[in-house]
């Protein structure tokens, strides 16, 4: 079974602050992604990475970066938290794309409180 | 680009009856893929079905199941003998099938959450 995992499930941070999300896969998986969640929104792509040292934005990418050094481990980086960045963060992997038949895998997602 | 609209933020059904929940997608490809993700609350998001457009047999998965109409570009979610264990939000999404890199992101829809009631 894949599993994704991510650094913690519930953070509360202060404005101004840098935070940082952590995601790891262990199915060595080439494509890792970053979703926001919010109410009457659904999931929103933040940035995602096909490969080592490799991102794209996806559609809502100001106010994040990313960063990805090892093809298990995908971070995502809050530069300067704001408030309207309080929100469900979900990570999730992607197999080779010959794996047609495969599809996202999700972590258990980190709740973002900035205070 | 392709958008996702499920039009019913929250629906509701008695236990054992069924349910169906509705999807529309827009996109100018031939060819994706089409998926029912579940998420229950506090817990991990689960694929639930998956379906490919080049394929006109609707997908099903025990007490899962699609209608999927691809001319109307529609692709309905029904649910059988609803459980408790069955509530939770449901997130329509596409992938298109390419293979190239960053056409593997979903597209979701805003979600409808079910309840069912005992």
């Known amino acids: 079974d894949v599993k994704v995992t991510q650094s913690s499930r519930y953070l509360v941070k202060r404005t101004g602050e840098k935070v940082f999300l952590e995601c790891v896969q262990d199915?060595?998986?080439?494509?890792m992604f970053w979703y926001r969640q919010d109410p009457g929104l659904g999931l929103r792509l933040i940035y995602f990475?096909?490969?080592?040292?490799?991102?794209e934005k996806g559609d809502i990418p100001e106010g994040y970066s990313v960063s990805r050094e090892k093809k298990e481990r995908f971070s995502l980086i809050l530069e300067s938290a704001s408030t309207n960045q309080t929100s469900m963060y979900l990570c999730?992997?992607?197999?080779?794309?010959?794996?047609?038949?495969?599809?996202?895998?999700f972590g258990p997602g980190t709740r973002l409180l900035v205070l | 680009a392709q958008t996702v609209t499920q039009s019913q933020p929250e629906m509701s059904v008695q236990e054992a009856e069924t349910v169906t929940l509705s999807c529309t997608y827009d996109?100018?490809?031939?060819?994706?893929?089409l998926f029912w993700y579940k998420q229950p609350p506090s817990r991990q998001m689960i694929l639930v079905i998956r379906?490919?457009?080049?394929?006109?047999q609707n997908a099903t998965e025990n007490r899962f199941s699609v209608n999927f109409q691809k001319a109307a570009k529609s692709f309905s979610l029904k649910i059988s003998d609803s459980q408790l264990g069955d509530a939770a939000m449901y997130f329509c999404?596409?992938?298109?099938?390419?293979?190239?890199?960053?056409?593997?992101?979903?597209?979701f829809g805003k979600g409808t959450k079910l309840t069912v009631n005992p």
């Open positions: 379906q490919e457009a080049y394929k006109q």
């Open positions: 999730a992997s992607f197999g080779p794309p010959w794996a047609a038949q495969e599809t996202q895998y």
């Open positions: 996109t100018s490809e031939s060819d994706y893929y």
């Open positions: 199915m060595d998986h080439e494509n």
């Open positions: 990475s096909y490969d080592v040292k490799m991102k």
């Open positions: 999404a596409y992938r298109s099938a390419l293979t190239q890199g960053g056409s593997e992101k979903l597209v």
